[in-house]
C-alpha cells in the first residue's frame, strides 16, 4: 500500500509526472538533474488528498494557513538558478511550505537546512521526510528572516515568500561564491531575484515576475 502510494495511481502515476516534466522541459527548464528530481519527488503527497489529482498541473495549491505550494514550473526555475550545474554541499531554504521545495532539494545537495515559522505546517512536513526517508534534512520552527546562523555559511540559499527588502542575516549567511535565490517586492511588483555574495560584496540579477506569499516575520 505505502508502494502505491508512493508511486502513484490515474492522475498521480508515473506517467502523469512524466508528462509535468516535458512540459516543464518545453517552458525552458534545461538542467536534467532538476528535471529528474521533479519527477521522482512524488508531489501528491504533499498536498491535501482531495488535491491529489492536481498535483501534477503547473500550478500552485493550497496548503492552508493562507500558503501555497508554488507552481512547479516556479520550484524547476528557482532550483537551477541556484544550483546553476554546481555540486552544492550545504542549502538553507526559507519557507518549509509543506515540504515539497525541501524534498527536491534533498534530492540535489547533501544537506538541506529549513526554517518554517509556522509549527504546523513544519511538523506536517517533517512527517512527509520522514515518510519519503529523506534523512540529509535538518529542519527549524523560525523567523525565516533569521535564516540559521548556527550552520552557516551556505553554499546557497533559496526564499519561497516575498520580503518587501531582502533580509540582511540571509546576505551575511551566504558563503563567498554563494547565491541567494529570492522573490522581492510586494503585491504584483516581485522581480525574481539572484545575489551572489563576491568579494567585493553583493551582485544582484533580475529575472522573471514572480507572484509569492509575503515574507512574514514571527512565529506561528
Same mark, same amino acid.
Given at each position: 500500500? =505505502?508502494?502505491?502510494?508512493?508511486? +502513484? ?20 527548464? =534545461? ?17 491535501? $488528498? ?11 495549491? #493550497? ?16 532550483? $537551477? ?11 538553507? $531554504? ?36 520522514? =515518510? ?12 525565516? +528572516?533569521?535564516?540559521?546562523?548556527? /550552520?552557516? #555559511? ?28 529570492? #522573490? ?22 533580475? /529575472? $522573471?515576475?514572480?507572484?509569492?506569499? #509575503?515574507?512574514?516575520? +514571527?512565529?506561528?
Amino acid at each position: 500500500m =505505502k508502494d502505491i502510494q508512493l508511486r +502513484g495511481i490515474g492522475m498521480t502515476s508515473e506517467r502523469t509526472r512524466g508528462r509535468l516534466i516535458q512540459r516543464l522541459r518545453d517552458m525552458g527548464i =534545461k538542467d536534467e538533474q532538476v528535471l529528474a528530481a521533479m519527477l521522482n519527488t512524488p508531489r501528491h503527497l504533499f498536498v491535501d $488528498e482531495a488535491l491529489a489529482s492536481r498535483a501534477y498541473e503547473d500550478t500552485a495549491l #493550497p496548503i492552508g494557513q493562507g500558503q501555497t505550494i508554488s507552481q512547479p514550473y516556479i520550484v524547476g526555475r528557482m532550483t $537551477e538558478l541556484l544550483l546553476q550545474g554546481e555540486a552544492l554541499y550545504s542549502v538553507l $531554504e526559507v519557507g518549509t511550505g509543506c515540504g515539497y521545495q525541501t524534498a527536491i532539494l534533498a534530492g540535489l545537495v547533501d544537506r538541506v537546512y529549513t526554517v518554517e515559522r509556522l509549527d504546523q505546517l513544519l511538523h506536517q512536513a517533517t512527517q512527509r521526510f520522514r =515518510k519519503l526517508g529523506l534523512r540529509n534534512i535538518r529542519a527549524q520552527h523560525s523567523d525565516g +528572516g533569521w535564516g540559521w546562523e548556527a /550552520h552557516a #555559511p551556505y553554499d546557497g540559499i533559496i526564499v519561497t515568500a516575498a520580503p518587501a527588502e531582502i533580509p540582511a542575516p540571509l546576505l551575511q549567511q551566504l558563503a563567498p561564491g554563494a547565491r541567494l535565490v529570492i #522573490p522581492v517586492g510586494s503585491g504584483r511588483q516581485q522581480k525574481l531575484s539572484v545575489i551572489t555574495r563576491t568579494e567585493e560584496g553583493f551582485e544582484q540579477v533580475d /529575472h $522573471e515576475t514572480v507572484s509569492f506569499v #509575503p515574507l512574514v516575520g +514571527g512565529r506561528g
